[in-house]
């Protein structure tokens, strides 16, 4: 009798080679792609190289414009670095730490803030690990750890079962979030083995990274319907790209198509001031004008919070439109979705 595989899931084109095998990226390029390469890691899970939106595609196929960096451009544009009390560790606020668990992702995207530092194999080693614990039982006012980029969920179930029994031993704290793509890119790695393993005592929450509506496949939709029936309440993350999703009509289809899968909608990112991807920026006052057009048109509970990081590890901060002015007679101007004024007189 022959026995049952599963079958072998396609593989992750890792290379400019690969990509121009598939077609993906114009001969013309090549020489200015392998520059890119040699700067930024490149890699498009199969499931991802199967959408063919422009929409996806930007997000994951290199661009000659990576060569061109900016001044106002950094390394390391959110100050991971600057906040770090251990290895592995940044400790930004004071009530929440994040935890890089590995540096691997299952895609490179191009607009990463972190491009400079993930693409790097391995986990966080036992000791830094043992470090990490010890630091978060000294400092008790950490009531969160969220895990993030590289993409925690690229460990295995195992791994991360271990770390947080670990997380759980801690009493202070009470709380763990995952940052993750792989629901969208891999979902095949959202298993009842995973689920199992985020379904315990110390609530777990998913934010999970998406900027276009054509991301959520059908298997991306299976791995959110699991994580939910494990109870793992869901928020997601999108990033605000040129090319991508700056439109209002584009991030409503994102924003209605998560809520269809009982995902919130909670952040919306300015674009990060990362190396190399100036051509994905727009301004603050294009991102407000977006913001604003969503406002009248869709429910409220599909609207994100649109955020800017402050470069150099200054915070994160609300820069969507403002709706209220003070009328300097004492009372204020309210506008109202339709962009009409109304007066409005405190008590
Ligand atoms: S950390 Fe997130 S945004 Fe950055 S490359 Fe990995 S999956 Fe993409």
Redesign the pocket.
Known sequence: MTAHRPPARPAAATSIQALQDLGLTAPADRAALEAVETAFRVRVSPEMLAVAAPGVQAQFLPDPRELQLRPEELADPIGDDAHRPVPGLTHRYPDRAILHATQT?????R?????ET?GETGTLAEAEFDRVIAYLRETPAVREVIF????PLSLSPRRLGAMLDRLETVETVELVRF?T?VPV?APGKVTEALAEVLDRRLPVWLVL?VNHAEELTPAAGAALRRLNRAGVPLLSQTVLLKGVNAEAGVLEDLFRALLRHRVKPYYLHHPDLAKGTGHFRLTLAEGQAIMAALRGRLTGIGQPLYVLDIPGGHGKVPVGPGYLQPDGAGAWLVTDPQGRLHSYRDL
């Open positions: 992702c299952e895609v490179y995207c607009f990463c803030f972190r491009r993930v993030t980029g590289g993409d940052h793509r890119v990274h």
